[in-house]
Antibody
Framework: EVQLLESGGGLVQPGDSLRLSCAAS????????MTWVRQAPGKGLDWVSG????????YYADSVRGRFTISRDNSKNTLYLQMNSLRVDDTAVYYC????????????WGQGTLVTVSS | QSALTQPRSVSGSPGQSVTISCTGT?????????VSWYQQHPGKAPKLMIY???KRPSGVPDRFSGSKSGNTASLAISGLQAEDEADYYC??????????FGGGTKLTVL
């Protein structure tokens, strides 16, 4: 069974940094595109970033480009999101999600980790 | 890119059918057959209900169905049940490892 488990969320101040992790199990992690999707309180889903399986090519939403960095360690089956220069509007539950094999849909999601940016 | 457009809410009585629309552009919904739908209950992670416009993952009841015409995709739910009450989000692949979500639709089972 595929499981994705996020960690690293918490309460930080504007301008601070935070690193999220997503530990994957039950899949050949190195074979899949992985993504981060966030959901602000009471709001909809918002794609944040994606990373290719092996070479590690990265992609970002305009709202986070230059501040967030996605990476992965295939030897540890772990996805990361380094978030710098955090803003109040980055407050959200952050989910990691796996791209489906053979199709460009996101099939498995973690339970999410809450990031709160507040002074 | 702007979010896909969904109605904010829909409602129906048990046993009835409802349809949720999702309108994008020729660069996302209209360009790719990679539209998916997610069900989200309060405090829970999104659950994949439909992928590749019309396909259902194993375990999803056949009361849920998807379709697409041009730049608009739709999710139909027949035989409404109380447990279907949730938020529903559409999603379209938009190229270059990016995805676009709809704003979400709250389904109320009366």
């Amino acid at each position: 069974e595929v499981q994705l488990l996020e960690s690293g969320g918490g309460l930080v101040q504007p301008g601070d940094s935070l690193r999220l992790s997503c530990a994957a199990s039950g899949l050949t992690f190195s074979s899949y595109v992985m993504t981060w999707v966030r959901q602000a309180p009471g709001k909809g889903l918002d794609w944040v970033s994606g990373i290719s399986p092996s070479v590690g090519t990265t992609y970002y939403a305009d709202s986070v480009r230059g501040r967030f960095t996605i990476s992965r360690d295939n030897s540890k089956n772990t996805l990361y999101l380094q978030m710098n220069s955090l803003r109040v509007d980055d407050t959200a539950v952050y989910y990691c999600a796996k791209k489906m094999g053979g199709s460009w849909n996101l099939d498995y999601w973690g339970q999410g980790t809450l990031v709160t940016v507040s002074s | 890119q702007s979010a896909l457009t969904q109605p904010r809410s829909v409602s129906g009585s048990p046993g009835q059918s409802v349809t949720i629309s999702c309108t994008g552009t020729s660069s996302d919904v209209g360009d790719y057959n990679y539209v998916s739908w997610y069900q989200q209950h309060p405090g829970k992670a999104p659950k994949l209900m439909i992928y590749d416009v019309t396909k259902r993952p194993s375990g999803v009841p056949d009361r849920f169905s998807g379709s697409k015409s041009g730049n608009t995709a739709s999710l139909a739910i027949s035989g409404l049940q109380a447990e279907d009450e949730a938020d529903y989000y559409c999603c379209s692949y938009a190229g270059s490892y990016t995805w676009l979500f709809g704003g979400g639709t709250k389904l109320t089972v009366l």
